[in-house]
Protein backbone atom coordinates (compact mmCIF):
# COMPACT_ATOMS: atom_id res chain seq x y z
CA UNK A 1 0.00 0.00 0.00
CA UNK A 2 1.36 3.66 -1.18
CA UNK A 3 0.01 6.30 1.35
CA UNK A 4 -1.00 8.55 -1.54
CA UNK A 5 -3.56 10.91 -2.01
CA UNK A 6 -6.07 7.91 -2.51
CA UNK A 7 -5.64 6.29 0.57
CA UNK A 8 -5.89 10.01 2.51
CA UNK A 9 -9.45 10.12 0.42
CA UNK A 10 -10.55 6.65 1.33
CA UNK A 11 -10.08 6.65 5.22
CA UNK A 12 -11.92 10.65 4.40
CA UNK A 13 -14.83 8.67 2.77
CA UNK A 14 -15.01 5.75 4.91
CA UNK A 15 -14.84 7.27 8.03
CA UNK A 16 -17.60 9.92 6.60
CA UNK A 17 -19.84 7.14 5.03
CA UNK A 18 -19.59 5.20 7.80
CA UNK A 19 -20.25 7.84 10.54
CA UNK A 20 -23.45 9.36 8.42
CA UNK A 21 -24.63 5.91 8.58
CA UNK A 22 -24.15 5.55 12.43
CA UNK A 23 -25.59 8.74 12.94
CA UNK A 24 -29.15 8.08 10.97
CA UNK A 25 -29.58 4.63 12.14
CA UNK A 26 -28.61 5.87 15.54
CA UNK A 27 -31.76 8.32 15.12
CA UNK A 28 -34.12 6.32 13.72
CA UNK A 29 -33.21 3.55 16.10
CA UNK A 30 -34.05 5.83 18.90
CA UNK A 31 -37.61 6.73 17.37
CA UNK A 32 -38.41 2.94 16.62
CA UNK A 33 -37.57 2.48 20.50
CA UNK A 34 -39.42 5.04 21.70
CA UNK A 35 -41.60 6.99 19.45
CA UNK A 36 -42.51 10.58 20.10
CA UNK A 37 -43.01 13.62 17.84
CA UNK A 38 -39.35 14.71 18.81
CA UNK A 39 -37.73 11.34 17.87
CA UNK A 40 -40.36 11.70 14.53
CA UNK A 41 -38.70 15.03 13.44
CA UNK A 42 -35.04 13.47 14.43
CA UNK A 43 -35.75 10.93 12.42
CA UNK A 44 -37.20 12.56 9.40
CA UNK A 45 -33.46 15.03 9.15
CA UNK A 46 -31.53 12.10 9.07
CA UNK A 47 -32.77 10.29 6.03
CA UNK A 48 -30.49 10.71 3.53
CA UNK A 49 -27.83 9.28 5.59
CA UNK A 50 -29.59 6.02 3.99
CA UNK A 51 -27.91 6.75 0.14
CA UNK A 52 -25.26 9.30 1.25
CA UNK A 53 -23.24 6.27 3.53
CA UNK A 54 -23.22 3.33 1.12
CA UNK A 55 -22.38 6.22 -1.94
CA UNK A 56 -19.63 7.01 -0.08
CA UNK A 57 -18.21 3.97 1.19
CA UNK A 58 -18.94 2.09 -2.60
CA UNK A 59 -16.59 5.38 -3.14
CA UNK A 60 -13.56 4.47 -0.62
CA UNK A 61 -13.76 0.80 -2.08
CA UNK A 62 -12.85 2.58 -5.77
CA UNK A 63 -10.44 4.28 -3.97
CA UNK A 64 -8.75 1.44 -2.33
CA UNK A 65 -9.01 -0.48 -5.50
CA UNK A 66 -7.01 2.09 -7.41
CA UNK A 67 -4.29 2.70 -4.85
CA UNK A 68 -3.58 -0.86 -5.12
CA UNK A 69 -3.39 -0.67 -8.82
CA UNK A 70 -2.71 -4.53 -9.60
CA UNK A 71 -5.67 -6.83 -9.80
CA UNK A 72 -2.98 -9.62 -7.78
CA UNK A 73 -3.03 -7.32 -4.82
CA UNK A 74 -7.01 -7.06 -4.94
CA UNK A 75 -7.38 -10.53 -5.24
CA UNK A 76 -5.46 -11.87 -1.81
CA UNK A 77 -7.41 -9.54 -0.08
CA UNK A 78 -11.22 -11.14 -1.25
CA UNK A 79 -9.62 -14.63 -0.70
CA UNK A 80 -7.70 -13.88 2.51
CA UNK A 81 -9.69 -11.48 4.66
CA UNK A 82 -8.11 -11.76 8.04
CA UNK A 83 -4.35 -11.75 6.57
CA UNK A 84 -4.23 -8.13 6.75
CA UNK A 85 -5.75 -5.01 8.99
CA UNK A 86 -6.53 -3.86 5.26
CA UNK A 87 -8.13 -6.57 4.04
CA UNK A 88 -10.37 -6.74 7.54
CA UNK A 89 -11.62 -3.14 6.51
CA UNK A 90 -12.17 -3.65 2.53
CA UNK A 91 -14.77 -6.80 4.11
CA UNK A 92 -16.19 -4.46 6.23
CA UNK A 93 -17.05 -1.56 3.52
CA UNK A 94 -18.05 -4.58 1.45
CA UNK A 95 -20.88 -5.84 3.94
CA UNK A 96 -21.95 -2.51 5.35
CA UNK A 97 -22.65 -1.89 1.20
CA UNK A 98 -24.44 -4.61 0.50
CA UNK A 99 -26.44 -4.51 4.15
CA UNK A 100 -26.86 -0.16 3.85
CA UNK A 101 -27.99 -0.45 0.17
CA UNK A 102 -30.80 -3.57 0.66
CA UNK A 103 -32.03 -0.87 3.24
CA UNK A 104 -31.79 1.95 1.21
CA UNK A 105 -33.79 0.10 -1.31
CA UNK A 106 -36.33 -1.22 0.97
CA UNK A 107 -37.32 2.25 2.11
CA UNK A 108 -38.12 3.57 -0.94
CA UNK A 109 -40.07 0.70 -1.62
CA UNK A 110 -42.45 0.69 1.83
CA UNK A 111 -42.53 4.21 4.08
CA UNK A 112 -41.68 3.30 6.93
CA UNK A 113 -39.67 0.36 6.62
CA UNK A 114 -41.00 -2.27 8.33
CA UNK A 115 -39.57 -2.92 11.97
CA UNK A 116 -38.08 -6.49 11.60
CA UNK A 117 -36.82 -5.43 8.38
CA UNK A 118 -35.60 -2.01 9.35
CA UNK A 119 -33.47 -4.07 12.58
CA UNK A 120 -32.44 -7.20 10.38
CA UNK A 121 -30.82 -4.96 7.91
CA UNK A 122 -29.69 -2.34 10.00
CA UNK A 123 -28.23 -3.63 13.12
CA UNK A 124 -25.66 -5.35 11.58
CA UNK A 125 -24.85 -2.08 9.21
CA UNK A 126 -24.48 -0.49 12.49
CA UNK A 127 -21.94 -2.84 13.72
CA UNK A 128 -20.20 -2.66 10.17
CA UNK A 129 -19.92 0.91 10.15
CA UNK A 130 -18.52 0.82 14.14
CA UNK A 131 -16.43 -0.92 12.43
CA UNK A 132 -15.34 0.49 10.04
CA UNK A 133 -15.07 3.94 12.02
CA UNK A 134 -12.79 2.55 14.37
CA UNK A 135 -10.78 0.81 11.41
CA UNK A 136 -9.57 3.76 9.40
CA UNK A 137 -7.50 4.64 12.50
CA UNK A 138 -6.40 0.88 13.53
CA UNK A 139 -5.14 1.00 10.04
CA UNK A 140 -2.46 3.30 10.91
CA UNK A 141 -1.77 2.86 14.59
CA UNK A 142 -0.98 -1.09 13.52
CA UNK A 143 1.76 -0.04 12.00
CA UNK A 144 4.61 -0.17 14.63
CA UNK A 145 7.52 1.13 12.54
CA UNK A 146 5.77 4.59 12.15
CA UNK A 147 5.61 5.80 16.48
CA UNK A 148 3.67 9.15 14.96
CA UNK A 149 0.55 6.74 13.81
CA UNK A 150 1.55 4.23 17.08
CA UNK A 151 -1.18 5.06 19.58
CA UNK A 152 -4.58 4.04 20.64
CA UNK A 153 -5.42 7.72 20.69
CA UNK A 154 -4.90 7.74 17.05
CA UNK A 155 -7.93 5.05 16.83
CA UNK A 156 -10.10 7.26 19.27
CA UNK A 157 -9.38 10.35 17.43
CA UNK A 158 -10.50 8.99 13.66
CA UNK A 159 -13.71 7.52 15.48
CA UNK A 160 -14.50 10.89 17.07
CA UNK A 161 -13.90 12.47 13.51
CA UNK A 162 -15.75 10.01 11.54
CA UNK A 163 -18.85 10.88 13.19
CA UNK A 164 -18.33 14.63 13.24
CA UNK A 165 -17.75 14.18 9.39
CA UNK A 166 -20.95 11.90 9.60
CA UNK A 167 -23.11 14.43 11.02
CA UNK A 168 -21.95 17.44 8.09
CA UNK A 169 -22.68 14.64 5.71
CA UNK A 170 -26.40 14.30 7.32
CA UNK A 171 -26.95 17.95 7.53
CA UNK A 172 -25.62 18.96 4.27
CA UNK A 173 -28.22 16.49 2.89
CA UNK A 174 -30.88 17.61 4.75
CA UNK A 175 -30.01 21.16 3.21
CA UNK A 176 -29.71 20.07 -0.32
CA UNK A 177 -32.79 18.03 0.33
CA UNK A 178 -34.51 21.87 0.36
CA UNK A 179 -37.79 21.59 2.44
CA UNK A 180 -38.59 23.77 5.02
CA UNK A 181 -39.80 20.65 7.37
CA UNK A 182 -36.04 18.94 6.68
CA UNK A 183 -34.30 22.02 7.86
CA UNK A 184 -36.64 22.51 10.77
CA UNK A 185 -36.54 18.98 11.79
CA UNK A 186 -32.37 19.81 12.18
CA UNK A 187 -32.00 21.04 15.54
CA UNK A 188 -30.56 17.40 16.64
CA UNK A 189 -27.67 17.46 14.61
CA UNK A 190 -26.95 20.79 14.93
CA UNK A 191 -26.38 20.12 18.67
CA UNK A 192 -24.60 17.28 18.11
CA UNK A 193 -22.56 19.24 15.51
CA UNK A 194 -21.00 21.57 18.36
CA UNK A 195 -20.78 18.92 20.85
CA UNK A 196 -19.05 15.98 18.39
CA UNK A 197 -16.61 18.64 17.28
CA UNK A 198 -15.90 19.59 21.13
CA UNK A 199 -15.12 15.45 21.79
CA UNK A 200 -12.68 15.12 18.57
CA UNK A 201 -11.19 18.56 19.67
CA UNK A 202 -10.24 17.49 23.16
CA UNK A 203 -9.08 13.98 21.31
CA UNK A 204 -7.05 15.78 19.19
CA UNK A 205 -5.19 18.04 21.91
CA UNK A 206 -4.73 14.70 23.85
CA UNK A 207 -3.34 12.86 20.81
CA UNK A 208 -0.65 15.68 20.11
CA UNK A 209 0.16 16.26 23.51
CA UNK A 210 0.66 12.14 24.11
CA UNK A 211 3.12 11.91 20.99
CA UNK A 212 4.78 15.36 21.98
CA UNK A 213 5.84 13.14 24.88
CA UNK A 214 7.08 10.11 23.01
CA UNK A 215 9.45 8.66 20.79
CA UNK A 216 11.78 11.11 19.06
CA UNK A 217 9.91 9.78 15.70
CA UNK A 218 6.78 10.71 17.31
CA UNK A 219 7.72 14.44 18.29
CA UNK A 220 9.49 15.26 15.05
CA UNK A 221 5.73 14.43 13.81
CA UNK A 222 4.08 16.92 16.00
CA UNK A 223 6.84 19.36 15.34
CA UNK A 224 6.48 19.37 11.95
CA UNK A 225 2.32 20.04 11.78
CA UNK A 226 2.34 22.75 14.65
CA UNK A 227 5.48 24.93 13.82
CA UNK A 228 7.22 22.64 10.51
CA UNK A 229 6.31 22.87 6.91
CA UNK A 230 2.80 21.23 7.65
CA UNK A 231 2.19 24.02 10.06
CA UNK A 232 -0.34 26.17 7.43
CA UNK A 233 -2.24 23.12 6.59
CA UNK A 234 -2.41 21.98 9.78
CA UNK A 235 -3.91 25.26 11.71
CA UNK A 236 -5.80 26.39 8.64
CA UNK A 237 -8.01 23.43 7.66
CA UNK A 238 -7.81 21.63 10.47
CA UNK A 239 -8.13 23.78 13.10
CA UNK A 240 -9.60 26.58 11.89
CA UNK A 241 -11.81 25.33 8.89
CA UNK A 242 -12.38 22.56 11.38
CA UNK A 243 -12.92 23.52 14.10
CA UNK A 244 -13.19 27.58 14.34
CA UNK A 245 -15.38 28.60 11.71
CA UNK A 246 -17.94 25.95 12.57
CA UNK A 247 -17.89 27.07 16.60
CA UNK A 248 -18.49 30.58 14.95
CA UNK A 249 -21.15 30.16 12.81
CA UNK A 250 -22.51 27.86 15.40
CA UNK A 251 -22.88 30.63 17.74
CA UNK A 252 -23.58 33.33 15.24
CA UNK A 253 -26.46 31.49 13.96
CA UNK A 254 -28.78 34.34 14.05
CA UNK A 255 -26.58 36.70 12.32
CA UNK A 256 -25.41 33.76 9.33
CA UNK A 257 -29.23 32.64 8.78
CA UNK A 258 -29.97 28.92 9.43
CA UNK A 259 -29.37 27.52 5.72
CA UNK A 260 -26.06 29.20 5.50
CA UNK A 261 -24.76 28.64 8.49
CA UNK A 262 -25.62 24.96 8.33
CA UNK A 263 -23.73 24.71 4.92
CA UNK A 264 -20.78 26.66 5.98
CA UNK A 265 -20.37 25.03 9.51
CA UNK A 266 -21.01 21.39 7.44
CA UNK A 267 -18.38 22.23 4.65
CA UNK A 268 -15.57 23.47 7.37
CA UNK A 269 -16.26 20.28 9.45
CA UNK A 270 -15.87 17.87 6.31
CA UNK A 271 -12.40 20.20 5.01
CA UNK A 272 -11.18 19.75 8.44
CA UNK A 273 -11.82 16.08 8.39
CA UNK A 274 -10.17 15.42 5.12
CA UNK A 275 -7.54 17.30 6.37
CA UNK A 276 -6.79 15.84 9.81
CA UNK A 277 -6.12 12.56 7.47
CA UNK A 278 -3.93 14.54 5.11
CA UNK A 279 -1.47 15.85 7.90
CA UNK A 280 -1.89 12.45 9.82
CA UNK A 281 -0.58 10.20 6.94
CA UNK A 282 1.85 13.24 5.74
CA UNK A 283 3.11 14.24 9.47
CA UNK A 284 3.77 10.27 10.07
CA UNK A 285 4.98 9.47 6.61
CA UNK A 286 7.64 12.34 7.18
CA UNK A 287 9.15 11.12 10.56
CA UNK A 288 11.75 8.63 10.36
CA UNK A 289 11.18 4.92 10.97
CA UNK A 290 12.23 3.48 14.56
CA UNK A 291 15.77 0.88 13.08
CA UNK A 292 14.61 -1.37 16.06
CA UNK A 293 10.96 -2.11 14.77
CA UNK A 294 12.16 -2.52 11.22
CA UNK A 295 14.63 -5.13 12.04
CA UNK A 296 14.17 -6.05 15.88
CA UNK A 297 17.47 -6.98 17.36
CA UNK A 298 19.67 -4.24 15.53
Known amino acids: ?27 CLWDVARQSPASERAAASVQTAFYSAPALCLFAVLLLMLDLGNPNRILPLVLNPFSSVIGVGAWLL ?15 GARPVPRPLFLLLGVPALLCAVGIMSYTGVLLSSLVSIDFWHTPWLVALFVASSLTAGTAVVVLGAVLQGTPTALR ?61 PWTVHLAKRLVGPSAALVISSAGVLVGAFALRYCIVGAGLYSPLVLSSVAPGL
Open 94 to 108: ALFIVLSVALAIASL
Open 185 to 245: NLSGPWKAFFVLTLIEAVLLVVFMAVQATGPQSARDGVQLLVAGGMAPTFWGAVVVAGFVA
Open 1 to 27: MVFGWYIIAYLFAAGAGSGAFFVGFST
